[in-house]
T-cell receptor, first 117, second 111 residues
Framework: DAEITQSPRHKITETGRQVTLACHQT?????MFWYRQDLGHGLRLIHY???????NKGEVSDGYSVSRSNTEDLPLTLESAASSQTSVYFC????????????????FGPGTRLTVL | ELKVEQNPLFLSMQEGKNYTIYCNYS?????LYWYRQDPGKSLESLFVLLSNGAVKQEGRLMASLDTKARLSTLHITAAVHDLSATYFCAVDIENTDKLIFGTGTRLQVFP
């Protein structure tokens, strides 16, 4: 069965360290997304990608970066972790409208709980 | 500004009762999605509504879409404890493959 996985599931790090969160999907979806979820803010889009070598900033991209070298993976890097980046991070993927589908249902990974001390 | 507003934000209801969660949005999208999230878990897709007047039902949950009013409803019939979760609606951002999510409705069903 196709799936989307994230690792690690839990991470504790220190302020100033670089952290990379992995996201891997076997749906063969072109679109991949990173969100963070915080109480009172719902889901906020960090970065997204519509295909290999394509990356775009979302509404809360400062301090984060992504790269897309293949269809399956979109790692999220925190360049210098800050306490404000303590959150739960979700990766999601979806088919793209350009592939002929007429809807944009996103499938979510299990999440990574990141704590920055 | 694109907005998706849900109400109520928190709903505590007794088992066996009926209730409706509302999702208002400001885009011109005719596609709307409902997700469920259990505490500490990920988001799970519940319904995909693709046109005006669309209605989908699964068990005690029924979702509908009125694109003219830019309103979707999630109706709960005879609530049971297993329905306790947070429910999110989301809509397409026009001319993109992105979604914008509502802030969620936390549903708690008690005996």
């Amino acid at each position: 069965d196709a799936e989307i996985t994230q690792s690690p599931r839990h991470k504790i790090t220190e302020t100033g360290r670089q952290v990379t969160l992995a996201c891997h999907q076997t749906w063969n979806h072109n679109n991949m997304f990173w969100y963070r979820q915080d109480l009172g803010h719902g889901l906020r889009l960090i970065h997204y990608s519509y295909g290999v070598q394509d990356t775009n900033k979302g509404e809360v991209s400062d301090g984060y970066s992504v790269s897309r070298s293949n269809t399956e993976d979109l790692p999220l890097t925190l360049e210098s972790a800050a306490s404000s980046q303590t959150s739960v991070y979700f990766c999601a993927s979806s088919e793209s409208f350009s592939s002929g589908v007429n809807y944009n249902e996103q499938f979510f990974g299990p999440g990574t709980r990141l704590t920055v001390l | 500004e694109l907005k998706v507003e849900q109400n109520p934000l928190f709903l505590s209801m007794q088992e066996g009762k009926n209730y409706t969660i509302y999702c208002n949005y400001s885009t011109t999208s005719d596609r709307l999605y409902w997700y469920r999230q259990d505490p500490g878990k990920s988001l799970e897709s519940l319904f995909v509504l693709l046109s005006n007047g669309a209605v989908k039902q699964e068990g005690r949950l029924m979702a509908s879409l009125d694109t003219k009013a830019r309103l979707s409803t999630l109706h709960i019939t005879a609530a049971v404890h297993d329905l306790s979760a947070t429910y999110f609606c989301a809509v397409d951002i026009e001319n993109t493959d992105k979604l914008i999510f509502g802030t969620g409705t936390r549903l708690q069903v008690f005996p």
